[in-house]
């Protein structure tokens, strides 16, 4: 999920480049043919097109829009690093991972401790490991019942709670319970609270205004 300041780094790169490509880059063709060599030092480079403006022709223009293409380059790339350093580094799934960590089985616990303590599933993201769920309880008894059960079943699983609506609502990675890097911490937070702000709740279960 991209932020804001790097979707601006790229918009302006995009926008440079389709400066200098429209001013610049025309259709290929032959050199022109020239009587004599005065006409052949004045005749005007194939690849200018003939509507282009005269700095531009001379190289000066070029010149200032490619240096200002690298500066947008070196804008753009400082704001993915910025990013990276928020958002942490994807983690792959590893080779030999538990069979009850893999996406079946975690949604088919999920389904069976919602239905127990009259949850339910937001959302279940597996697109990276581990695993990221969010779950919705209507009664806070619900909630602290199904809580301990994903906690039994999963200990030690990185997550976070809070209130949206009327709801309470986990979001919890199900991991190994091991002991994490900082750098699996930062991209297990990440992913925790993103999980929390994207996963709607029930529209009935929604505060009224």
Known sequence: MRTAATNLAAFALGSLLAVAGSWVIGDAAPAPSASSQEEQAHAIPPWVR??????????????????????????????WAREENYTG???????????????????????????????????????????????????????????????????????????KGRAYVQSRAFGPDVESTPDELQRLGFRVRESMELFPIPADWKREE
């Open 89 to 163: 580094k994807a983690l792959e799934w590893p080779q030999d991972v538990e069979p009850r960590f893999e996406e079946e089985a975690v949604a088919t616990f999920l389904e069976a401790s919602t239905a127990r303590t009259g949850g339910t599933i937001l959302g279940i993201d597996c697109g990276e490991y581990p695993c990221v769920a969010t779950i919705a309880w209507k009664d806070s008894k619900d909630a602290g019942a199904g809580m301990d059960d994903l906690s039994k079943t999963y200990p030690g699983g990185h997550g976070g709670t809070g209130t």
């Open 50 to 79: 003939p509507d282009c403006p005269e700095e531009v022709a001379d190289g000066s223009r070029l010149d200032d829009l490619t240096h200002q293409l690298e500066e947008k380059r070196q804008q753009l790339s400082a704001a």
